[in-house]
């Protein structure tokens, strides 16, 4: 067993772990391997929203358009496409690609085609809206952790391997504990830290940026269910989506209640917007103390996380994962543009007082 920390971010420790030093998780699990000249990478969450099926074809032609804009030398790595119809009736595609660092996606994003096609005015007016929300994590404020070994979604696809059996697993506060930086940083925000509206305004539409804080945690977590027999569809459709989507309604509704800022609970499709059978929630929190809150009190969550530990063994072709990261303030940028006010990090922005 090892522990999911690779070796090379391992030291001492400040803060104390959870378990005893010879605690053993119930079942195994893995954690990505990054090349250890890795140092930070970039997740972008490219967006596209519209409202209405007559708009449909255009916005999905402008996804293939951004797809189209990361066939360059300083594209990323990975990427992955979605789709989902938010709580205002809005559909939202996103475009997610990975950079294994975060210059290339500098230069990826400040190279004419991809800077001028982002900052035109036209962009500011017609039926469709876009977003970037994108945060650039060091490699140590990050974590995987996946039911299975081969093809590693979202970030684990920058990552070149795969770890043993780990064993910061199987209890609350692992996924902290699997976190290099948890060995002596507690990852909080600053008390007097929020939201905030610093270009635009979401009331008025157009152009918005929301600047965000230290230690924002952003979760992706993921179900894959495109290889799986009979018996594992059954268990997931059945068993297990039904409180997945409930526990996913509750945090895209009241998640200002509970600290998050937005949830999304996406499905993934091909180039021409049909669905595939895998979804990932996109969650971003005010902070990973309140990320860990929810999953371990919310039944939703619980019925989840219960049902898997029972099946957990068992499991062949159906793919779950997450990986969770927080970033520092200046490693982030929220933009919005012409989307309804309620869009990702501008629910919860605070507009600054005019003089
Ligand atoms: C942890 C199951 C979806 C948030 C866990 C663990 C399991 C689990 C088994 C413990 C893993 C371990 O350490 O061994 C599932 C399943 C899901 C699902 C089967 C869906 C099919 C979600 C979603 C969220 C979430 C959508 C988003 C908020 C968390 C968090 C932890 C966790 C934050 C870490 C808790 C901690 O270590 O303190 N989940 N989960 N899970 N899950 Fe989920």
Known sequence: MESAIDSHLTCPRSISRRVPDDYEPPFPMWVGRADHRIQQVTMAYLGVQSSGAEHRTEALAA??????????ADGPAHHDIT???????YDNFMIVGYWSDPSAFGRWMSSPDVDSWWSSTDRETGPLGYFREIVSPRVDQFETLYAFQE???GVGA?????????NEHGYWGSMRERIPLSQNDWMQPRRDESLRVVHGDPAHGGRVVVAGHDNIALIRSGQDWREAGQAERDLYLDEIQPTLQAGMDFLRDNGADVGCYSNRLVQNIDLDGNPVDETYNIGHWRSLEKLERWAESHPTHLRIFTTFFKVATDLDKLRLYH???????????????????????????VVAATV
Not at 63 to 72: C, G, K, M, P, T
Not at 337 to 346: D, K, L, Q, S
């Open 63 to 72: 996804v293939r358009q951004i797809a189209a804009s990361l066939e360059h």
């Open 151 to 153: 093809q590693l979604p």
């Open 158 to 166: 920058l990552m070149n391997g795969i770890s043993g059996d780990i």
């Open 83 to 89: 789709h989902h119809t938010d709580n205002q009736g």
């Open 323 to 349: 990986e969770v990261s927080v970033a520092d303030g200046a490693s982030q940028l929220f933009e919005y543009i012409n989307c309804h006010p309620a869009t990702g990090m501008m629910r919860d922005a």
